[in-house]
Structure formats: C-alpha cells, structure tokens
C-alpha cells in the first residue's frame, strides 16, 4: 500500500517519516526527488536555462542548484515557474519510484509537503496529516535555525489547515514528545499495514 505523509512546516512529517522507516516501511523523499531530476534531468535543465539564463550552469555546464535557488527564489513569480517546470518531472519521478518499490514492499511512504497540493492524494490508499500547534512548530523551527518570519511565510503558501484536515485519512497531533508520535505511528500502521509489525517480532 502506498501513504502519503504531510503536514504543515514544522509539525514533525520528516520525524514522522524517519520513525515509520525505522518500523519497516521505505520512504519516498520528494524534495530529495526534486533535487536529483534537476541535476539529472537534461530536457529539464534546458527549460530551467531557457527560463533563467546560462548563469545557473556553472563553468563545465552542471547545474549550479545555489544559483538556480538564489534566483527562483527572489520572488514569488520566479519561485512559482520553478515549481511549474520541475514538479511535472518530479511527479513522474516519483510515480516511478512508488510502482517500483511496491513490488518489493509492503508499505511505500510518500514524505512530501506538498503532497494535497499535487493532488495525490487521488491515487494513493491514505493520507496521513502530522499536526503541531503554531507556537510548537514556531519553536521547532526556530531551534533549527529558521526564524519566526521565515517559518511563518513558507507557512503562507500552504494550504490552509481546513484543507489539510479535510483531506486527512488519519491526523496524528505531535504536540508531545518523539515517543508519543511513535506510538501514535504505531496504531496506524496497526490498521493499514499490520504485517509490517508482526513481520518484525
Ligand atoms: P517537518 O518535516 O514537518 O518540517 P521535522 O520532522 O523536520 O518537521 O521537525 C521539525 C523539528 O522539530 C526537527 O528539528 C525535529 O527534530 C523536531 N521534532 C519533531 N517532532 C518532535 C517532537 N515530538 N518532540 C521534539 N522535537 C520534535
């Protein structure tokens, strides 16, 4: 079976992720997708060339991620062509990937923030939503070095939380400690995929 696993910035998806593996299941990493098909990709770097200049190729003709980053990222415009010309590519990247890894694996997690956005959630068997308050999200991320106002705008281009809960098979709250999530990752995986855990005694 495959299962998506998202939530807001901050609220504990790729902890979630990193548990659910240690129970058995493999994990699908979509920005780590991301970032392999723009490196890997040659029709893919043409476009990105196409859009943003040769200054994002560096001196031997690779990508240069930093500088295709600093300037995708400068507006939201720009921020949103990179979107539009990756994600088709990452899409189809990672489609591969789960067909893949379902021959060989009981349960195939897909790790990805924006997985309602992409709409997957239409053709996938759950969908698994990780939760935090703001102000433990806030603190989290600030621990990890990202600002109050950096997190609350990456925060504004998600979609909103009603979206979230309404398109949510399961909703974990990880407002407590690691522990708690792993258990609340346990009862779930009790129900979708319990071969998983009787396969591990
Ligand atoms: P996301 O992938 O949703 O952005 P992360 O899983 O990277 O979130 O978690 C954000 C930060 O919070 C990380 O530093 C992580 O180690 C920490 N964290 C996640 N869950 C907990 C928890 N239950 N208790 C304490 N820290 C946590």
Redesign the pocket.
């Known amino acids: 079976m495959v299962v998506g696993l998202t939530?807001?910035?901050?609220?504990?998806?790729?902890?979630?992720a990193k548990i659910l593996s240690s129970m058995g299941a493999v994990v699908v990493d979509a920005d780590h997708i991301g970032r392999d098909v723009v490196e890997q990709s040659p029709p893919l770097i043409k476009k990105l060339v196409r859009e943003f200049g040769n200054q994002i190729l560096n001196e031997s003709g690779n990508l240069n991620r930093k500088r295709l980053a600093a300037l995708a990222f400068q507006n939201y415009q720009s921020r949103q062509k990179l979107n539009d010309l990756v994600h088709p590519y990452l899409l189809k990247e990672l489609r591969r990937q789960c067909r893949t890894l379902l021959k060989t694996h009981e349960l195939v997690v897909i790790d990805a923030a924006l997985l309602l956005d992409w709409e997957l959630d239409r053709e996938i068997d759950a969908v698994i939503v990780?939760h935090a308050s703001q102000q433990v999200r806030l603190d989290?991320?600030e621990?990890?070095g990202i600002t109050r106002r950096d997190a609350l705008a990456r925060q504004r281009v998600q979609l909103p939380l009603s979206e979230f809960r309404r398109r949510a098979d399961y909703w974990v709250t990880?407002n407590?400690?690691?522990n708690?999530?792993r258990l609340k990752l346990e009862n779930i995986i009790t129900i979708i995929a319990p071969k998983l855990l009787t396969d591990r005694h």
Do not use: D, E
Not at 7 to 16: E, F
């Open positions: 939530g807001q910035i901050g609220s504990g998806k790729s902890t979630a990780v989290r991320l621990k990890r990880n407590a400690t690691p708690a999530l």
